[in-house]
């Protein structure tokens, strides 16, 4: 199964159209490559920075594709919160465009899932309770874990 039919945590899947092209070109990086399913890639990506902070480390993660980086935060930011253990370490992203990319998403909300979207009608999915964006380097305070 191709990974675009599966759900993120804010986006539908995609939708298949039934229909057959005379020639079709798709962008296939990681096509050959069989996929853990969601849920197990999310419990190891989770478990490894969990254990990796547990031990005193600190987690850098390089996210250039817009729609990951979204869902990067949204895993981080509901993890945290199920979490109280670690309240206290902060974590923040480094990307005007990926904030600038959330406000396009908080206002076609209605092209979100039906998580993200029902979500949305208690409180903003993406003004996160325990991500902050880095707002410039010199004001940076690296203490803590």
Not at 38 to 54: G, L, P, Q, W, Y
Not at 56 to 62: A, K, M, N
Not at 76 to 101: G, M, Q, T, V
Not at 105 to 121: D, H, K, L, V
């Amino acid at each position: 199964m191709d990974k675009i039919e599966l759900k993120d945590c804010h986006l539908c899947a995609a939708e298949i159209l039934q229909f057959s092209p005379d020639i079709c070109i798709i962008e296939s990086t990681y096509g050959v490559q069989l996929h853990q399913p969601r849920n197990v890639t999310k419990k190891c990506f989770t478990d490894v920075i969990h254990s990796t902070i547990s031990q005193g480390g600190r987690v850098l993660i390089l996210a250039f594709a817009l729609r990951h980086t979204q869902e990067l935060l949204l895993i981080l930011d509901e993890y945290w919160s199920n979490h109280p253990e670690l309240h206290n370490i902060p974590i923040y992203y480094a990307s005007p465009f990926a904030k600038r990319c959330m406000a396009i998403y908080q206002t076609y909300i209605n092209s979100m899932n039906e998580r993200i979207r029902n979500q949305f009608a208690n409180s903003n999915p993406f003004d996160f309770k325990h991500i902050s964006p880095l707002k410039n380097i010199e004001n940076f305070n690296d203490v803590g874990p």
